[in-house]
Nanobody, 115 residues
Framework: QVQLVESGGGLVQPGGSLRLSCAASGSSFSLNALGWYRQAPGKQRELVAAITATGSLNYADSVKGRFFISRDNAKNTVYLQMNSLKVEDTAVYYC?????????WGQGTQVTVSS
């Protein structure tokens, strides 16, 4: 059983930054890809960013150049640095490990971008 604990969400003004963290239990962290998803009210959950075991990155078009995913295998943690935040980035953000249909989800962390 894998447990994921997310943190770092909150309220920020447009143009601001936040850094999300997701700490994972389990011994296979470094061998698998991870991802950050988000779900806004009334919308489907969407993949925001992903990082493979070898460090390859993938981003949704809507966040390219503003969001940056990274991982620290020594800490079993994945991060999402979010810059130049927009109102439309408001959502609950979830990490998933490993990626794929059998992956585990964290509990989610709320990110609200508002003036």
């Amino acid at each position: 059983q894998v447990q994921l604990v997310e943190s770092g969400g909150g309220l920020v003004q447009p143009g601001g930054s936040l850094r999300l963290s997701c700490a994972a239990s389990g011994s296979s962290f470094s061998l698998n890809a991870l991802g950050w998803y988000r779900q806004a009210p009334g919308k489907q959950r969407e993949l925001v960013a992903a990082i493979t075991a070898t460090g390859s990155l993938n981003y949704a078009d809507s966040v390219k150049g503003r969001f940056f995913i990274s991982r620290d295998n020594a800490k079993n943690t994945v991060y999402l640095q979010m810059n130049s935040l927009k109102v439309e980035d408001t959502a609950v953000y979830y990490c998933k490990f490993p990626l794929g249909p059998l992956g585990y989800w964290g509990q989610g962390t709320q990110v609200t971008v508002s003036s």
